[in-house]
């Protein structure tokens, strides 16, 4: 999906705009932006990976040079594990880092634009239709990991700032840029940043969003299953309890919890088939080929439902499977074993009535002639910390995700165009609030 009603010749804005906010579109680099894009997909920066941290470095010496205040801290994993609401992590670490850029000193309202930098691994490079890191335009796209979860909005942040600072514009507000890691294994990065005492009046992740307004994000929990059975030799199965065969009895069950579950949605999630999936991931059973397997580990991700509480979607789990082993003859004395490990995303919302909905859309519509819908989206985000520390916050940005995590991701290069300029001068006007 492209946003319509933007001039890619001259990048004229359309509608109500004022000297300020035309001097701040003006000052908006565009070839910068693409070349920005570029260079932040060559970085692999796996979630965890070393790479991660350097490209967090870079970015933090880019922003100072840019003239912007910035702090770069090493996190304390241990420490951020001990407190309340600490969103758990799936992969090891050698380090983490935190970084929030900003610039402003007026005493006007705080703007977050918000992205992180950590991708997930490419998968079988032989599959992609070149070097997963190697950007590759064509025609209008780009392609590369990251390219459109999320680096596209990183991209965007960066360039809006960059245009703010260039434009030579005094705003009574702050801007500050949050470029975070490990989000897509839990939001280690955006909790260490709100835990540092960073906040704002109003954030704007740029995930991408196809240039529609997010203002819900379902959670996500990780679970673990370990599923019993008997061995006995192959030739023999009939003397054994296969775990396999009492996992099938079990996903049945989770297939119904499904069903139940999204009988009725929100009316922002009313478009997806299945708005809060149940989904297993990984299954590993069994030790020898021609042996009963005796045990099965299955690991998965459970939807949690806008405004859920996520102790009760994992009790709505814990509880079906529970009756379900209660009923089985093999299972009623060897219930599977449901564990909780890895990331932990909530539910979020924007508040009803935050005017950063309406300043977002009007930014669009002046310069498009187009509104933004308004949605949910399925998946876990950053949102929900922000938001349940009080910072009304959206999601808005460049690439439809169904490109996201995928063989040959990419991002339309004229939707980042227009969409970062619907952030330059929704930015304006946030800080002039």
Known sequence: ?????????????????????????????????????????????????????????????????????????????????????????????????????STGTGDGPTVVLQGHVDVVPPGDPRRWGGDPWTPRPAGPRLYGRGACDMKAGVAADLAVAEAVLASGVRLPGRLALHLVGGEEDGGLGAFAT????????????????????????????????????????????????????????????????????????DPLMAEYPVAHTLSVGTVVAGDWASTVPDSLTATGRLGVRLDEDPADARAAVEERLAAACAGHPFLR?????????????????????????????????????????????????????YAAEGVPTLHYGPGDVVHAHSYDEHVDLTELTAVTRVLALATVRLLQA
Do not use: K
């Open 1 to 101: 999906m492209t946003l319509t009603g933007w001039a890619p010749e001259t990048g004229a804005p359309r509608g109500g705009t004022s000297r300020v906010e035309e001097a701040v579109l003006d000052a908006l680099d565009v070839a910068a932006l693409h070349r920005t894009l570029a260079d932040l997909v060559r970085v692999p920066s796996v979630t965890g990976s070393d790479a991660e941290s350097e490209l967090l470095a870079g970015l933090a010496e880019r922003t100072a040079r840019a003239g912007m205040d910035v702090d770069h801290w090493r996190l304390d994993v241990d420490a951020l594990a001990a407190r309340p609401g600490f969103p758990g992590t799936e992969v090891p670490r050698r380090e983490a880092w935190g970084l929030v850029a």
């Open 194 to 265: 709100l835990a540092r005492g960073h906040r704002g009046d109003a954030c704007v992740i740029t995930e991408p969003t196809s240039g529609t307004l997010t203002t819900a994000a379902g959670g996500a929990l990780t679970f673990r299953l370990v599923v019993p059975g008997e061995p006995a030799h192959g030739s023999t199965r009939w003397a054994g309890h296969s775990a396999v065969e009492h996992f099938g009895y079990l996903d049945a069950v989770l297939r119904e919890l499904e069903a139940e579950r999204n009988a009725v949605v």
């Open 333 to 385: 004395a060897h219930p599977v074993e449901v564990t909780w490990p890895g990331g932990q995303f909530a539910p979020g919302r924007t508040p009803a009535g935050a005017p950063l909905r309406d300043v977002v859309a009007s930014a669009q519509a002046d310069l498009t002639g187009t509104a933004p819908r308004e949605r949910g989206v399925p998946y876990g985000s950053d949102l929900r910390l």
